[in-house]
């Protein structure tokens, strides 16, 4: 809604109507992963890494991501700091949990 005054006249809301309006759109994480789940499809998965395992998730750990309408568990193959592209994208979710790690894919501990 915008405000309808009288020439220069501003809502008393205007601002912090700005304000909230930032909590819609939550901020995306900087670091993705491509993830591979057991589908019939010869892809991977890009999902964001939610700020609380940043430096936790590598190649080779075991996550559990939503996938349609329902969980499902996967393996990281990469992880990277670029965006992916929106034209081959449509919507990046982000990593609903850290499972564990897979032997001899994830790097020493």
Request: net charge positive.
């Amino acid at each position: 809604m915008v405000w309808q005054g009288r020439a220069g006249d501003r809502s008393p809301y205007a601002d912090s109507r700005a304000i909230l309006l930032l909590h819609y759109f939550p901020p995306m994480s900087d670091t993705f992963c491509e993830v591979a789940l057991p589908v019939p499809l010869r892809k991977v998965f890009t999902y964001a890494v939610p700020e609380h395992l940043a430096g936790m998730v590598c190649a080779g750990s075991r996550v559990l991501v939503p996938f349609r309408k329902r969980a499902m568990p996967g393996v990281v193959v990469g992880v990277s700091n670029r965006r992916p592209d929106p034209a081959l994208v449509k919507e990046v979710r982000e990593i609903a949990e850290l499972v564990g790690y897979v032997r001899g894919l994830s790097r020493a501990r």
